[in-house]
């Protein structure tokens, strides 16, 4: 008997009917993974929302935002608490400074230190520009375009 059951073991094992089961480890690491992309997605949709929405200085919404006050509010709408102004959110323990080639939707954006907006995609950044303009997405130029970008620890 045991040596039949030991046969359809080896024969299950063969065929490739059997799979690992992956380590809690690597479950537990692909789940945080999964819940940081959707609460940065998330982020990244509420600050999407505030599109057409005035630039006012030192605005932190509803009705108008300048550039770190858009960050500020959309990343304090899912819980996550950042400093309210450009200087100090590049003080905080919560940025992670990444290459641009890694950076993502919703990750943070600086043009130096006095300006901040969420990274879009390729060369577009979306945020509250300069006083007389809309919130809505930027094109990046020779001349004006993000010095560091930075993820956002959760």
């Not at 690992?20 to 999407?48: G, N």
């Not at 200087?87 to 990750?107: C, F, H, N, T, V």
């Amino acid at each position: 008997m045991q040596a039949a059951l030991a046969v359809l073991v080896l024969l299950v094992a063969s065929v490739g009917l059997s799979q690992p089961t992956p380590a809690r480890a690597d479950v537990a690491a692909t789940a945080r993974r999964t819940s940081v992309r959707s609460l940065r997605l998330s982020i990244w949709f509420w600050a999407l929302h505030q599109r057409g929405k005035p630039y006012i200085w030192g605005g932190t919404g509803p009705a108008g935002f300048d550039c770190s006050g858009l960050v500020y509010a959309a990343y304090r709408a899912r819980g996550v608490r950042l400093p309210r102004t450009t200087y100090e959110m590049l003080g905080s323990w919560r940025l992670i400074r990444i290459p641009k080639s890694q950076a993502k939707r919703g990750d943070l954006a600086f043009f130096g230190t006095g300006h901040v907006e969420l990274y879009a995609w390729g060369n577009l950044t979306f945020g509250a520009e300069e006083p007389g303009t809309r919130v809505g997405y930027h094109r990046m130029n020779a001349y004006w375009h993000p010095t560091m970008y930075f993820k956002v620890r959760m």
